[in-house]
């Protein structure tokens, strides 16, 4: 079984676009990689195949040219199948394209290169000369203490969660947090990148532009009846004015009131027993605890409430001295 595991085994490419990078028709015409014209973006591709040669492994898949792009249900299924072809891939290969440290780097700004970071459970990462970063070399650099708590005080999570990743190991918050820094090269990717971290339905459809975000946002507050996605301040979206038009605006932490603790503690609560009778406290709490969650229907925000009764009602007349 494990020779038929590792024989089938497949390494894949994280790597920031970069221009014309080769196609899946530059590649079928031609029928190797190593036919293509010798520019830096196709020896890239080149140098990916011989190093996942040197790993042991026979197969080698490239976002660039593995995928027909031609034809919309196989792109579709190809972005809705990403992060699992990446979590159960042998190997994920990550190159830096230009020099200097990993965390600062044009690799960490793209929005696919997200969960290409976070969901393979073996990675290496090499410079801009497909050397290994920092010279370490090993069976997975996840298994590096230096390279992982680089990443993680870049991205501000635990080394552990980059390590072990799973989409249930981050709030919806934090995970918004961790996109809000990074960009695509087309506009719709920003939400498409993030189907598999947020476990999305949502279907590709390239030229919706911003819509793809609204979309997003939307089915994650109907699937969690998560309102911190509410939580922003900017430019509303065009698709609902409740959502943002940008993801950036998640960057910024939301106002979270401090706890009461001992002594502030029981003086509300000796404060709140002499204004509200226990059995209306307790009618007010499983009306909360009951009420259903956040929902987006025909573009529309429904958001739960509590509705109370009138029970007096009193005028009362103001009067104006001059």
């Known amino acids: 079984m494990r020779v038929v595991t590792r024989f089938f085994g497949y390494v894949m490419l994280s790597h920031a676009w970069q221009g014309n990078e080769p196609s899946f028709q530059d590649v079928n015409e ?56 990446y979590a159960d891939s042998a190997a994920t290969l990550g190159i830096q394209s230009n020099l200097g440290d990993l965390a600062h780097c044009l690799w960490m700004t793209r929005a696919w290169t997200l969960q290409e970071l976070l969901v393979p459970q073996v990675i290496f990462f090499y410079d801009s000369e497909w050397q290994p970063y920092l010279g370490i070399t090993g069976a997975n ?39 809000s820094t990074r960009n695509a090269m087309v506009e719709e990717d920003v939400a498409y990148s993030l189907i598999g971290i947020f476990q999305s339905d949502i279907r590709p459809h390239y030229g919706e532009g911003a819509d793809a975000l609204g979309h997003l946002l939307e089915e994650i ?38 706890s009461l603790e001992g ?6 609560i000796t404060e709140l027993r002499g204004k509200l009778p226990q059995r209306e406290a307790l009618s007010l709490y499983n009306h909360i605890s009951f009420l259903p969650p956040a929902r987006f229907a025909t573009r529309r925000l429904h958001l739960p409430c509590v509705v109370f009764s009138v029970r007096r009602l009193v005028i009362q007349e103001l009067l104006w001295r001059q």
């Open 30 to 85: 031609v029928k190797s990689v190593q036919n293509l014209p010798d520019t830096p973006l196709n020896q890239k591709l080149r140098n990916f195949c011989e190093e996942t040669r040197k790993l042991g492994y026979n197969w080698a898949w490239s976002d660039t040219c593995c995928i027909d792009k031609t034809t919309s249900s196989i792109l579709n299924q190809s972005l809705t199948s990403m992060y699992k072809w």
């Open 141 to 179: 650099h996840k298994e590096s203490p230096e390279i992982m708590q680089e990443l993680a005080d870049a991205i501000k999570i635990p080394h552990g969660t980059i390590v072990r990743f799973s989409p249930g190991d981050l709030g919806v918050r934090e995970k918004l947090r961790l996109a």
């Open 221 to 258: 507050v109907a699937r969690s009846g998560e309102v911190a996605v509410l939580a922003w301040s900017g430019e509303s979206s065009s698709y609902n004015s409740c959502l943002p038009a940008s993801i950036s605006v998640y960057s910024q932490i939301p106002y979270n009131p401090p």
């Open 263 to 268: 002594e502030e503690m029981e003086t509300c």
